[in-house]
Every structure is written in C-alpha cells, then in structure tokens.
C-alpha cells in the first residue's frame, strides 16, 4: 500500500512538472511593422531574464531584424537558403542557455527567417511544406521556429548560422552542406 500511495504521489508530481513545462516563459515571433518591415517580437508570460535584459523589464519588446544585400533576390543563394531549411540547415540538438542568446540579440547584428518571411522567393510564403521544413529543424517540432543568422558588413554570410529558436528552447542552427560556403 506504502509503494502505491508513493507512486500516486510521484505519478502527480512528474504530472505537475510536466504542465510547468508546457508553458513557455517567453515566445519569440516575426512580426511586420506598419511600414513592412521584419522585426522579432518577444512576449513574456511572467517575469524573465529574457524580458529583464531583452525588453528593460517590459512584457512586450519589438527587436529591429536586419536586412541584407541580396536579401530580396531570386539569386542562387537565397533560393537555396530556403529550400535548406530543415535539410542542409538544421538544429544539431544541442540546446544553448538563453543567455548566450540574449548576448548574441543584444551584442549582434542579426537577421532572423521564419516560414512566413517576404525573402522567400523559392515557394510561397506560410506553403505547408515550407512550415515543415521548418519545425524539422526543431528537436521538439515546433509549429514557429526562427532561424537567426550574424550579419556582418550589410552583407548575409550564410556560414554565419547561429540560432534556432523551438518556443523557450534555443539551438545552435548547423550547416550541413558546402553548397552555402
């Protein structure tokens, strides 16, 4: 009897934790401004560190995303920039602490490409494949992630991948072909 009273109350434990989980602190989205501009939204739901450092204490921040020389292009290399994603261009499953990525937001120029982004010249913006390549490239297969690169010089050097966001789980994004160098 002691063993199952012990194993209900483990049993509703790993069940709280479980839910505790579930809801991410914070949620980092693409959002357009007025002008039609990329910028990245950051939402908490209660009081973080990604907010304390990120957005001065606020709820809500608005962080400027970078734009880039070939950019808005239907040139090699942005087509294959975005049929990569999910391919070539992956998650290798080593998470990052938020706190290298708030350095790099903050310290870095960056630019960021979600599925829904008007870069995309390869297939039409928010296609169902596009989002799937995308949430391959999280470990937990997130329907929004976010794949940020470094800009250096105004100019996007696909080497530089950097990040991809998974809901408040962050990953370093690696590249997996030469065909980007």
Do not use: H
């Not at 829904?116 to 937990?140: G, H, T, W």
């Not at 297969?141 to 010089?153: G, Y």
């Amino acid at each position: 009897m002691k063993k199952l009273i012990g194993l209900f109350f483990k049993s509703c434990f790993l069940f709280v934790m479980l839910q505790g989980a579930a809801f991410a602190n914070y949620e980092i989205n693409e959002a357009w401004s007025t002008d039609n501009r990329s910028q990245i939204k950051v939402e908490c739901s209660s009081y973080t560190n990604v907010c304390k450092q990120l957005c001065n204490n606020q709820k809500v921040c608005v962080l400027k995303n970078s734009t880039c020389k070939d950019c808005i292009s239907t040139g090699v290399k942005m087509t294959y920039l975005f049929s990569s994603f999910g391919k070539d261009l992956n998650s290798n499953d080593d998470e990052v602490s938020i706190y290298e990525f708030v350095d790099f937001l903050i310290n870095d120029t960056f630019i960021a490409f979600s599925p829904n982004n008007i870069y995309n010249q390869f297939d039409s913006a928010q296609s169902d494949a596009l989002a799937e390549r995308f949430k391959v490239m999280c470990p937990n297969k997130f329907k929004t992630p976010i794949a940020f690169f470094k800009i250096e010089n105004r100019v996007l050097d696909i080497q530089n991948a950097r990040y991809v966001t998974c809901g408040d789980s962050v990953y370093r994004l690696e590249l997996k072909s030469s065909l980007l160098e």
